[in-house]
């Protein structure tokens, strides 16, 4: 069947005007206050849904009141630093969206004189805005009826409109894509899109959905059937490679500590981090052979110090932290330098370093 032809079928019946007054009525009376909702600032509305990807709001609040506080419009943002960006972005994770927001960032300044594009083709063809990303800055910023499909939206809908088709499939996400179409509000896409949003993190949940509570209801074909807790149906997610490091603290003779700036692309681009040593590759014992090779420096392993898992999300690090002192040798690698203790944290590391640095 085509995907129109499945749109129609699966809207027969279905009232959607009703469906979006109730919507939106609920989320106008219910809505949380949050900081990004304060205006419709085209450009707070896009720090907050890259934020917000894969975060959750209460994480996020803190950030986002930071991150605006030192860049608070386009300009600054893309003339700032980018190690000052990953700085204020520390913790966050996923650090490739800071990128992506900075570099998209620079680009409306310089070919959109400033103005983030109301245009969807303009708007989707910046770095990192997504199908979502451009759905909900154009809605929400600029009351433009288009769909802002997420994980929340597709559950919700998945319910409503008893659709059972494996919601991790780009396929389906493109189904939800052209339901929302049909069935957004044009009087006020914002309310809609954010009450689809709203209702699937607060009402509409994974596991335990409040539907007494729930102002859809009426118009939920799941809930009719019993079937709320069967859907959305979503295949597993493959398992998470497990990684072994040795990550050392290692301290030369003046106290200053070896820390070193990752590759500018891939896992955890530009931040800084302490040096770790892939066990997987290498036999314990043979740890500070390995470390003379790729630094020029000899080292001598203390004892540990305790033991870090930090969880990505296709593979786990498993690190054990373990101090250390050079014996001899010159630093030799481009990426790596002394700091003194007192200065590191004006450079931005990952959450799993940051939890090291404490153990020294």
């Not at 709203?198 to 959905?209: D, M, S, V």
């Not at 692309?265 to 931040?271: E, I, N, T, V």
């Not at 203390?302 to 930090?310: C, D, R, T």
Request: aromatic share 10%; proline share 6%.
């Amino acid at each position: 069947m085509k995907r129109t032809d499945r749109v129609n079928f699966i809207l027969n019946d279905f009232d959607k005007d009703s469906y979006s007054r109730d919507l939106i009525k609920w989320f106008k009376e219910e809505q949380r206050i949050l900081p990004w909702r304060e205006n419709q600032d085209p450009y707070r509305v896009w720090v907050s849904e890259i934020m917000l990807q894969q975060t959750k709001v209460d994480t996020v609040i803190p950030y986002f009141h930071h991150f605006l506080e030192k860049f608070p419009d386009l300009k600054t943002l893309a003339e700032a630093n980018e190690q000052e960006v990953l700085k204020a972005w520390e913790g966050l994770g996923y650090y490739s969206r800071a990128r992506n927001l900075q570099n998209a960032v620079r680009e409306v300044v310089e070919e959109y004189n400033g103005v983030v594009p109301a245009n969807p083709v303009d708007l989707g063809g910046l770095k990192g805005v997504g199908p979502y990303t451009k759905g909900a800055i154009l809605s929400i910023a600029y009351d433009t009826p288009e769909p802002a499909v997420d994980g929340n939206v597709m559950r919700v809908l998945s319910r409503v409109l008893r659709i059972e088709e494996d919601i991790s499939k780009q396929s389906t996400r493109k189904l939800f894509e052209e339901l929302v179409r049909e069935i957004i509000s044009h009087e006020d896409p914002s309310s809609f899109n954010q009450g689809l949003m709203e209702l699937g993190a607060l009402i509409c949940t994974p596991k335990t959905p409040s539907c007494m509570l729930c102002p859809v209801q009426s118009h939920c074909r799941a809930f009719d059937e019993g079937l709320e807790t069967e859907l959305p149906v979503k295949s597993s997610k493959k398992k998470q490679k497990k990684s072994p490091y040795l990550l050392l603290l290692i301290q030369n003779e003046k106290g200053d500590i070896l820390i070193e700036q990752r590759p500018e692309d891939g896992l955890l681009a530009s931040l800084w981090q302490y040096p770790m040593v892939p066990l997987q590759d290498i036999d314990r014992d043979s740890v500070p052979h390995w470390f003379y090779g790729e630094y020029g420096l000899n080292i001598e392993l203390g004892e540990s110090s305790g033991q870090i898992k930090h969880v990505f999300s296709h593979l786990i690090w498993e690190m054990e932290v373990v101090k250390a002192k050079v014996v001899s040798g010159n630093l030799d690698h481009g990426r790596a330098k002394w700091m003194n203790n007192s200065d590191i944290e004006d450079y931005p590391f990952p959450v799993s370093h940051q939890k090291a640095h404490s153990l020294y």
